[in-house]
């Protein structure tokens, strides 16, 4: 059995992966351990006791900025801790067996390959849309790391020129715009309602569209056209034949994906149409992560 970390911001889940279902499953806080050795000491405490009398084969954990590589998690800015974290060797010294740590969205890329809407594709493009814009990528029927460990990322790839400022310190990337702070933004500079934005996340501005507010609508009408772009460049690059979109932005019906898949037919090249699938994940929010992670651990 493999162990399939997710770590969060606030709290990681942990989750015992039987083939392709889940048997047990925990949480525990990320936030509040005395540093990052106690935090290892209690992923480690939580994963014998989900594990008990089982054996345990590996440990995969997904975590932001993480680089597999290294085994480490890279100064990630909604983590508790300001230094390298290389948290893989130390689940490996306290549990015994082999661990991967990589990326989150490497992890959902290699959990939707395993699991979900991506199985059996070999040649897969996986984007989660969150608070930020992640993705991971299968080539020739392996993740692709590159000598950075960060090959196949689409949040920092420039779709407007001179456009909106980016975390990254840069302007006009893909992660500006299609991302919740990037929608947000859009539905702000539409002269969208001020009270809508006083909810959390993309989902008052859902809810808006819903209701027939013309900035809503117009909104998800222009992440699409950004998405768009953005994954027309990544198939003419690396030809995936299947894209999956995962995370809560996409969850939203046809508000997004009926505008992206128009103007995705529009704006890939010609050679591919018909070629490429654009799917939403099979997975349910609350297993992906544990089994992405797992299927790092099993990779
Ligand atoms: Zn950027």
Redesign the pocket.
């Known amino acids: 059995m493999i162990a399939g970390i997710d770590i969060g911001g606030t709290s990681s889940k942990l989750g015992l992966v039987d083939g392709d279902r889940i048997v047990a499953r925990t949480r525990i806080p990320t936030v509040g351990h005395a540093d990052a050795h106690a935090f290892a000491d209690a992923l480690a405490a939580a994963v014998r006791t989900l594990v008990g009398e089982a054996a345990l084969t590996g440990v995969g954990i997904g975590a932001p900025n993480g680089n597999q590589h290294s085994g480490t998690i890279v100064q990630a800015p909604n983590l508790p801790w300001r230094e390298d974290v290389p948290l893989a060797a130390m689940l490996r010294e306290r549990l015994g067996v082999p661990c991967t740590l990589g990326n989150d969205a490497n992890a959902a890329a290699l959990g939707e390959w395993r699991y979900g809407a991506g199985r059996g594709i070999d040649d897969l493009l996986v984007v989660t849309l969150g608070t930020g814009l992640g993705s991971g990528l299968i080539v020739d029927g392996r993740l692709l790391l590159g000598p950075f460990g960060n090959a196949g990322e689409l949040g920092?790839t420039m779709v407007v020129i001179d456009g909106r400022a980016?975390?990254?310190g840069?302007a006009g990337?893909l992660?500006?715009y299609v991302s919740i702070r990037g929608m947000r933004e859009t539905f702000r500079e539409l002269g969208g309602d001020a009270e809508v934005l006083r909810g959390e996340g993309v989902m008052p501005i859902a809810d808006a569209a819903r209701a027939g507010s013309s900035e809503a609508l117009q909104t998800f009408r222009s992440t699409a056209r950004w998405l768009s772009v953005g994954l027309s460049n990544a198939v003419a690059i690396t030809t995936p034949r299947r894209i999956v979109l995962f995370g809560g932005i996409a969850r939203n019906g046809d508000l997004l994906l009926g505008p992206l898949r128009e103007r995705f037919a529009h704006d890939l090249l010609s050679i591919y149409h018909g070629q490429v699938d654009l799917l939403l994940s099979e997975l349910p929010e609350d297993d992906a992560g544990i089994l992405g992670a797992a299927a790092l651990g099993a990779h």
Do not use: F, S
Request: net charge neutral.
């Open positions: 920092h980016c975390t990254c840069r990337c992660e500006a």
